[in-house]
Nanobody
Framework: QVQLVESGGGLVQAGGSLKLSCAASGRILSINAMGWYRQAPGKERELVAHITSGGSTNYADSVKGRFTISRDNAKNTVYLQMNSLKPEDTAVYYC??????????????WGQGTQVTVSS
């Protein structure tokens, strides 16, 4: 059983910062790509940032220059540093990871989500 547990969400004023963390645990052989997605009320879930096992990153245009994704492979953890937050960043943020649990099986796993609310 693999679990992704997110933390770090909350309420912040516009212009403020938050750092999200997501730790993977369980039967893990290796973790490939990891990412953060978000879903605002009435909208579809969208990719925020993505990082490969080698550390290559990509970001949604809306967060470039403000958000930074990073990972600690020794801790099976991915982070999202969010600066200069805007009200439109308000959403539930989900962690995602492509995890290999055996030689012949890998799967896509999701965290439970953490609420980020940015007040104007």
């Amino acid at each position: 059983q693999v679990q992704l547990v997110e933390s770090g969400g909350g309420l912040v004023q516009a212009g403020g910062s938050l750092k999200l963390s997501c730790a993977a645990s369980g039967r893990i052989l290796s973790i490939n790509a990891m990412g953060w997605y978000r879903q605002a009320p009435g909208k579809e879930r969208e990719l925020v940032a993505h990082i490969t096992s080698g550390g290559s990153t990509n970001y949604a245009d809306s967060v470039k220059g403000r958000f930074t994704i990073s990972r600690d492979n020794a801790k099976n953890t991915v982070y999202l540093q969010m600066n200069s937050l805007k009200p439109e960043d308000t959403a539930v943020y989900y962690c995602n990871a492509d995890i290999r649990i055996s030689t012949f099986f890998k799967n896509d796993y999701w965290g439970q989500g953490t609420q980020v609310t940015v007040s104007s």
